[in-house]
């Protein structure tokens, strides 16, 4: 079983490559409507891809597992997609698994293009092929047992918790903003995974006080109408290729 979350579609061409080598039920996470048990087979692993999130998961991972319940879990695989460093998200991630009683994962690292534009620029169009290339080399390797799980030190551990700290003071929304662009398609409304937008009078308005800032309606919207404050004003937007 592959569980993903996925704002750009770097995880999920993660899942899409991990299903290829161990086929089984691929999950997006962010769709799963059903509240009944996952419900593994003998011997059969859980993986988990998602992406670094303040050297961490996000919001909506960590309710996703409260919410569910899964059984006869034995072994789980997590595959977290980052921009180059993924700090303390190991421990964050094992913390969020021993609270809801599942057994710790072994947690993978796998660098891919940084496409959160609030405090980078992203890449050259070249620099992001050599990315594509060696984290599907890297990933590879993973899946192979070529390559031992990502282990945070205990200095980078306590540190982390500061740095997961700032993720709650950039989840606001209020910063979001929308440009005469739009023409009130509606994607953003259906993409967002905790339903945090709506259409009013044709217009994207953020009804939550905080979303789960996967910023997918910024990285998706057909116009580039989205941005957030300053920080992304003519700054390109990402999504893994073909993975529209």
């Not at 021993?98 to 980078?120: C, K, W």
């Not at 937008?197 to 953020?206: A, D, K, S």
């Amino acid at each position: 079983m592959i569980l993903y979350y996925s704002s750009t579609g770097n995880s999920y061409h993660v899942a899409l490559e991990i299903q290829k080598k161990y086929p089984g039920e691929l999950i997006d996470m962010a769709k799963t409507k059903t509240e009944e048990p996952f419900v593994l087979a003998e011997g059969e692993p859980l993986f988990i891809v998602t992406f670094n999130c303040f050297w961490g998961v996000s919001e909506f991972v960590e309710d996703f597992f409260r919410r569910h319940q899964f059984v006869n879990v034995k072994r789980i695989l997590a595959i977290i997609t980052c921009g180059a460093y993924l700090g303390s998200g190991d421990a964050h991630l094992n913390r969020m698994l021993r609270v809801n009683g599942l057994p710790e994962a072994e947690v993978y690292d796998l660098p891919m293009v940084t496409n959160y534009v609030i405090l980078h620029e992203l890449s050259p169009f070249e620099e992001q092929q050599k990315c594509f290339n060696e984290a599907d080399r890297r990933l590879k390797l993973i899946l192979d047992g070529c390559i031992s799980p990502y282990r945070s030190a205990f200095r980078t551990k306590l540190f982390g918790k500061l740095v997961h700290f700032l993720y709650f003071i950039f989840r606001h929304t209020k910063p979001f903003t929308v440009n005469d662009s739009c023409f009130a398609c509606g994607k953003c409304v259906r993409d967002c995974p905790i339903k945090a937008i709506e259409l009013v009078n044709n217009r994207p308005v953020w009804r939550k006080k905080t979303c789960d800032h996967c910023l997918k309606c910024l990285h998706h919207c057909p116009v580039a109408a989205i941005n957030y404050g300053h920080f992304t004003l003519k700054k390109k937007r990402y999504h893994y290729p073909g993975n529209s």
